[in-house]
């Protein structure tokens, strides 16, 4: 039951990451998720949205993921663990947000096997999510917006 569970869990979340999109970029619009604040050495979210988000911020030798309830503000300072300036380079951040999820519909699906009605809990999830990003620079400790 155990290892059903956990291949149509893995089987909805293969599907849900080939297909990611958003309305909200297709349609043109500007950051659907949150306006960007560019400081020197942060970035600040003032979010459009009150879900969760989950900031993620790539650049190199740097991988950082960092999760938000809803209600929070995320950001990111331009500073590694020891507060040194990170490595100068290209950055990219990705902001998405988390959508609310009913656990006991998805475990009811499963338990039943019902694979259309999983499909149909990983579509409706895709299609909630938003999804915003953006490259910059960090030249001598100081971030460089777009």
Avoid: H
């Avoid at 998805?106 to 895709?126: C, N, P, Q």
Wanted: hydrophobic residues 40%; charged residues 20%; contains cysteine.
């Amino acid at each position: 039951m155990l290892r059903r569970f956990v291949c149509l869990w893995m089987i909805g979340l293969v599907l849900l990451f080939i297909g990611w999109s958003t309305s909200a970029w297709a349609s043109g619009g500007s950051d659907p998720v949150a306006d960007t604040d560019w400081g020197q050495t942060s970035i600040g979210f003032q979010m459009k949205v009150n879900q969760a988000t989950a900031l993620t911020v790539s650049g190199p030798g740097v991988y950082l993921q960092m999760d938000f309830n809803a209600g929070k503000t995320p950001g990111f300072l331009a500073v590694d663990e020891a507060n040194n300036p990170l490595p100068d380079g290209r950055y990219i951040y990705e902001l998405r947000t988390i959508p609310e999820e009913d656990q006991s519909a998805l475990v009811e699906a499963d338990r039943s096997g019902d694979t259309r009605r999983l499909a149909e809990i990983f579509r409706a999830r895709k299609e909630k999510t938003l999804v915003q990003s953006a490259s910059f620079e960090i030249v001598s400790g100081q971030i460089v917006p777009p």
